[in-house]
């Protein structure tokens, strides 16, 4: 199982900019999958998660209404496309898949499998 984040960068406040998360090894169709963050001396913070055995999106609250994540099984890819972002959401980005059908999707530790993380940095 392999998972690789890209897409970071330098944004402005206000601006979009879409990670996309390459995944190898499982299929997205029956995988629960995360986007989480964690920026500089703060704990990892989930950010969203597809449940894909029942189809339904969760955002955390500090995203919702901004951030769309998304999945393309053809292309084994998740995206999460960041819209009017503000200074607070800098942070490295990782995306996460898990191999259990029960649990917290919300926690970290529901999470088995890690991208290696992208840096979003927003100017303000």
């Known amino acids: 199982v392999q998972l690789q984040a890209s897409g970071g960068g330098l944004v402005r406040t206000g601006g979009s900019l879409r990670l996309s998360c390459a995944t ?17 001396g703060k704990e990892r913070e989930w950010v969203s998660c597809i449940i894909t055995t ?3 999106e969760y955002y955390g609250e500090s995203v919702q209404g901004r951030f769309i994540m998304s999945k393309d099984s053809a292309k084994n890819a998740v995206y ?5 972002v503000k200074p607070e959401d800098t942070a490295v980005y990782y995306c996460a898949a898990s191999s259990y059908s029960d649990g917290d999707e919300k926690v970290a530790s529901f999470y ?13």
């Not at 190898?24 to 500089?40: E, H, K, M, N, Y």
């Not at 999460?80 to 009017?84: D, P, V």
């Open 112 to 124: 088995d499998y890690w991208g290696q993380g992208t840096q979003v940095t927003v100017s303000s």
């Open 80 to 84: 999460l496309q960041m819209n009017s």
């Open 54 to 56: 029942i189809g339904f």
């Open 24 to 40: 190898s090894g499982f299929s997205l169709d029956d995988t629960t999958i995360a986007w989480f963050r964690q920026a500089p």
